[in-house]
Structures are given as C-alpha cells and as structure tokens.
C-alpha cells in the first residue's frame, strides 16, 4: 500500500534550518510528484513546493523567498523538504504528499502524517 | 497567484442536513479544482477532483460541481463523522492555492 512516512516532531531556534525527510513506499518513486505544504497551528493549509522525483525539478511558492529547498535522494525514495532561517511564523505542522498523474487536476491523493516545526528561541 | 475564496467561513449543521459550500477563483481554473477533508490533528483526505469526480472509497453523499471560477461542495444528509474542515485547491497554475477553509460545525 502507498505510504509517505514524516519524521518526528522538531524544535529549532530562529535562524536555524530544518530538514524534514519524506519516505515513500508501496509504488514507483520516481512516477509520482511530490509536494509540500504547511499549516500553522489553528490556520488553513499552504503550498510550499513540488519536487519531481524523476529528475529532481522543483518549483517553489515565491513566498519562501529562496528559503526553500527541496531535494529527493532516488535510492531510498526519500524527498526533503529543508527551510532555512527561521522564524517563528515557520511552526507549523508540515506535510508531504502525492500529486495523482492520472486525472485533469492532479490530487493529492496520500498525505505523510505531518511533521510539527516549533521555532522558538 | 490564483486567489481561492471558500464561503462561509463556518457553518452550523445538524445530522441529516444538506450542506453547500462555495468556492470562487479570482480567475478562471476550467475544472483544475479539488476538495478535501480535513479532522483535526490528521492530514487532509481527497474527497472530489477535477470538481466533480469522487475519489474511491468516499461516500456518494458528497458530491462537486462547477468550472471556470465558481465551484460547490454538497454534503447530502450529514453525517456525524462529515463534521470537519473542507478546503478547495486549485491546480490550473504552476503553483497551487487552497481557499481558506469551511469549517462545518454541528448545530
């Protein structure tokens, strides 16, 4: 069964970066894009970025002003999601999931369970 | 970006009822417009694509309509575990956009 596996829970200081893993099982990594998205506590959801595991391009919301970086690594079928200096607007709990190919508006269609960012000095 | 405007903001619904939520974008995605469900401290579940395509397994009591920049969720006769956050999300441009969210509360 398709399944994409986050970390743990992290605490960083402003400043500081993150690099939250993604590992996905039960299909082939490199057919499926996958994206990023946050959700600060009690707000809606925000699109971060999408990573082509195929080949590596990404595209990235312009509001992460080169903060953003996501890589993916073939071999474990993993894909990084890495935020560098933080703020304390970046705690959120962040997720990746799987952009379905097959239909006109490409879904999400499997989430990870979210990893919590805490930025706090 | 493509703006996505969820209306209302939340909702009081009892069992049984029939819900409608709303969806505008500030410009024309054609059918690029899927929904999901979100209960909290879990990660969205995908409920309708291309604006009115039910995803495997969800109820048939959901339902999507629309094209070009006003789209609509209906929740026919809800039901307990229907209780929830619903959120659009447009895919028409390189980079995505969700509405705000419609949080359906009960009555």
């Known amino acids: 069964q398709v399944q994409l596996v986050q970390s743990g829970a992290e605490v960083k200081k402003p400043g500081a970066s993150v690099k939250v893993p993604c590992k996905a099982s039960?299909?082939?990594?490199?057919?499926?894009?996958i994206h990023w998205l946050r959700q600060a506590p009690g707000q809606g959801l925000e699109w971060m970025g999408i990573v082509n595991p195929g080949d590596g391009t990404t595209i990235y919301a312009q509001d992460f002003n080169n903060r953003l970086t996501i890589t993916r690594d073939r071999s474990t079928s993993t894909v990084y999601m890495e935020l560098s200096s933080l703020r304390s607007e970046d705690t959120a709990v962040y997720f990746c999931?799987?952009?379905?190919?097959?239909?006109?508006?490409?879904?999400?269609?499997?989430w990870g369970q979210g990893t919590l960012v805490t930025v706090s000095s | 970006d493509i703006q996505m405007t969820q209306s209302p903001s939340s909702l009081s619904a009892s069992v049984g009822d029939r819900v409608t939520i709303t969806c505008r974008a500030s410009?024309?995605?054609?059918?690029?417009l899927n929904w999901y469900q979100q209960k909290p401290g879990k990660a969205p579940n995908l409920l309708i694509y291309d604006a009115s395509r039910l995803q495997s397994g969800v109820p048939s009591r959901f339902s999507g309509s629309g094209s070009g920049t006003d789209f609509t969720l209906t929740i026919n006769s809800l039901q307990p575990e229907d209780f929830a956050t619903y959120y659009c999300q447009q895919s028409y441009s390189t980079t995505w956009t969700f509405g705000q969210g419609t949080k359906v509360e009960i009555k």
């Open positions: 410009q024309s995605i054609s059918s690029y």
């Open positions: 039960g299909y082939t990594f490199g057919s499926y894009y």
């Open positions: 999931a799987r952009e379905a190919s097959t239909t006109v508006a490409r879904p999400l269609d499997y």
